[in-house]
Structure formats: C-alpha cells, structure tokens
C-alpha cells in the first residue's frame, strides 16, 4: 500500500466541517451515527497509540521492534487493515499452528497448512486428527482461534482430511469450519488446582465449572476427557487402565487415551477430548464457554 502524506490540521477541518453538514441535516440519526463512528475510529486508534508507548516502555527482549508490536492483538489488527504488519501472513499462520502442535502431538496427531487462498487457510489433519469427530472441537477450540488471532485478515478456516486415514469419515474429504460471523465463544481456559506431576495409569476424576472431567497420566504426558463413557454414559475415573486403553467400569467398552479416546473395540466411538496444557505450573484445560 502507497504511503499518504496526511496534514493532521487539513484533516482535522476537514473531519469538523463533515460532522457540521451531518448536524445540520434533516435526519438526526444520520447526524449520531456520523459523530459514533469519529469517536469509535478515534478510540481505536488511541488505543492503539497508547498500546505503541506501553511497548516502547518495555525493557529489549530482543525481538525487532515491528515484530514486538505485531504481537499485540489491537496493533496487529491495525497494521493488517493498512497493510503495515512486517511478518508475512503464512509465517503468522504457522506460527499459530506451532502454538497449538504440542496439544495435537500429545493425541498422537498433527497438522499441517495445505493451501492458504486469498482468505481461507486449508489445514491437512494427521494421524489420529485426521478424520475424528473430535477434530472440529480442537479447530474451533484451539487451530482456528490461534490463527485468527494471527492473521485477523483470514475469513474461514478449513480441514483438508485424507481419505484413506479417516476411519469415520463416509462423505466428503473437505470439513468446512464455520465463518468469522458464527464462530463460537473462545474456550475458558479453567486451572485445575493439581499437580503437573504425571504419574502413570493415574486417573483422576475433577470438577470444573459445574462439568465432570477426567484427567490422565500417560508416560509423562497429562490428558483430559469429559468424565462421560462414550458408550453407556457412565463416569470412567473408576475404569482400569491397560497401558493407553481405558476400559470403562460399567460396560466394559475400550478406548485409547493417547489417539483422542478413539474407541479399540472398532465401535466407532471416541471419548470427548479437552485441550490441556501446563503453564507456569499450572494444568489448564479449555472448557467451552457456552457450556463452562
């Protein structure tokens, strides 16, 4: 985009003679929503400035200053709406997705970018991501938030899921996630007050924002599940657990823990997995916030 000399006092005239046309015009409204809409643009942009001189104040991390602006998400929205944001709009979008991998490794899956199409990102799901019903949850929860916030010029987010690796799949390869205007509440990322210390085959069962979960220990990594058997319903903290598969203690049905409580009986079940992660100590699981 071409740079624009603008004379702050030409402008501010300009803008001042506007709202006055707008004042003296016959319908009130149209005179409010002119004013609303100098004094949201301007609250916007103060923000903004006021978000620059806070960075500025901050001590060298080491980063080039452009790159420690594009981090905050108000100045990042504003250097994209004007063609201003120094890193380039794949390396943001696999940037989010490196944020979100760990989670994904630790089901035994991944994720790769496919195609990124004027506004529309296309992510290849892996291993156990690829085909499960639980996929959507972890793009709604997780991929697409990270890439939105990433890259607000992006409009949809996609999965681009093989065939041959999709166990539940039986119609097209292409699952569709739902546009910016209906997207879902970000998840509430809810502390559980225990420790990140894993002990293996250990299975804890918690409450959480009025909802049962269940967390585990697998060889050094902590999983988190609704506490709810995707076959008879029953709560499984009483189950027994082989190894990754868990068996549920009232109907016996088995699902593996490390691949997204996909069901090892072939019954085409799965558990309902949640995003858990340990930060500064603390282990934290994302629980919806329509239902949290």
């Not at 603008?6 to 046309?21: G, I, K, M, Y």
């Not at 005179?31 to 903004?48: I, P, S």
């Not at 989010?96 to 296309?122: E, F, M, N, T, W």
């Not at 499984?236 to 069901?263: K, M, T």
Request: net charge negative; glycine share 8%.
């Amino acid at each position: 985009m071409q740079a624009t000399t603008v004379d702050p006092r030409v402008t501010s005239e300009r803008l001042e003679a506007l709202l006055a046309d707008f004042g003296s015009s016959a319908d009130p409204h149209l005179a409010d929503a002119a004013e609303e809409l100098v004094r949201l643009l301007m609250q916007l942009y103060g923000a903004g400035l006021r978000r620059i001189m806070e960075i500025t104040a901050l001590p060298d991390n080491g980063a080039p200053f452009p790159e420690r602006l594009a981090d905050d998400e108000l100045i990042a929205s504003l250097l994209v709406l004007h063609d201003l944001h120094p890193i380039d709009l794949e390396t943001r979008v696999t940037r989010a997705i490196d944020k979100v991998r760990p989670y994904l490794g630790s089901h035994g899956g991944g994720v790769q970018v496919d195609a990124i199409d004027g506004d529309v990102v296309r992510l290849r799901m892996e291993g156990s991501c690829s085909g499960c019903p639980s996929s959507s949850i972890t793009l709604n929860h997780a991929l697409q938030r990270a890439i939105l916030e990433a890259a607000p010029e992006i409009a949809r987010v996609e999965a681009v899921e093989d065939e041959h690796d999709n166990e539940y799949a039986s119609g097209p390869a292409l699952v569709q996630i739902d546009g910016l205007s209906v997207l879902p509440p970000p998840p509430e990322w809810t502390e559980l007050g225990i420790s990140p210390v894993v002990v293996n085959g250990a299975l804890t069962a918690i409450s959480a924002s009025g909802q049962s979960l269940l967390v585990a220990g697998l060889e050094g990594t902590l999983y988190a599940y609704r506490n709810v058997c995707a076959s008879c319903g029953a709560a499984l903290a009483a189950g027994q657990l082989d190894g990754e598969i868990l068996a549920c203690p009232s109907c016996a049905a088995r699902f593996d823990l490390r691949f997204a409580g996909r069901s090892a009986d072939g019954a085409g079940l799965h558990l309902d997995p949640l995003p858990l992660i340990v930060d500064a100590g603390q282990v934290q699981v994302a629980l919806p916030a329509a239902t949290a």
